[in-house]
């Protein structure tokens, strides 16, 4: 069964720190490029970032650029999203999703064909 499962999600203050994880299995995710989404309450899904399979190129949404970090660890079948320097419009519900291409690929919900389960961020004082 080809899954996602994203983790570390919770409750932190402004200006702090967080880092989500996303483990595949029953794929390997080599073959593909991943991306993290989050949706707000009342909000469309968007694009956080992603990053390519082929030569580990990124790209980041310009509200998260300088503040957010992708990467990617084949070999533990795992991809990370460092964040920091939250602020509360950061808070929403968190997700990875993978493509099956070696490229960036545009962060459109269309494009990534598996989806994980989504984890929590809420930034509040």
């Known amino acids: 069964q080809l899954q996602l499962v994203e983790s570390g999600g919770g409750l932190v203050q402004p200006g702090g720190s967080l880092r989500l994880s996303c483990a595949a299995s029953?794929?390997?995710?080599?073959?593909?490029?991943i991306a993290w989404f989050r949706q707000a309450p009342g909000k469309e899904r968007e694009g956080v970032s992603c990053?390519?399979?082929?030569?580990?190129?990124?790209y980041y949404a310009d509200s998260v650029k300088g503040r957010f970090t992708i990467s990617r660890d084949n070999a533990k079948n795992m991809v990370y999203l460092q964040m920091r320097n939250l602020k509360p419009e950061d808070t929403a519900i968190y997700y990875c999703a993978a493509a099956p291409t070696y490229y960036i690929v545009a962060l459109t919900t269309s494009a990534y064909h598996f989806w994980g389960q989504g984890t929590q961020v809420t930034v509040s004082s």
């Open positions: 029953g794929f390997t995710l080599d073959y593909y490029a």
């Open positions: 990053i390519s399979s082929s030569d580990g190129s990124t």
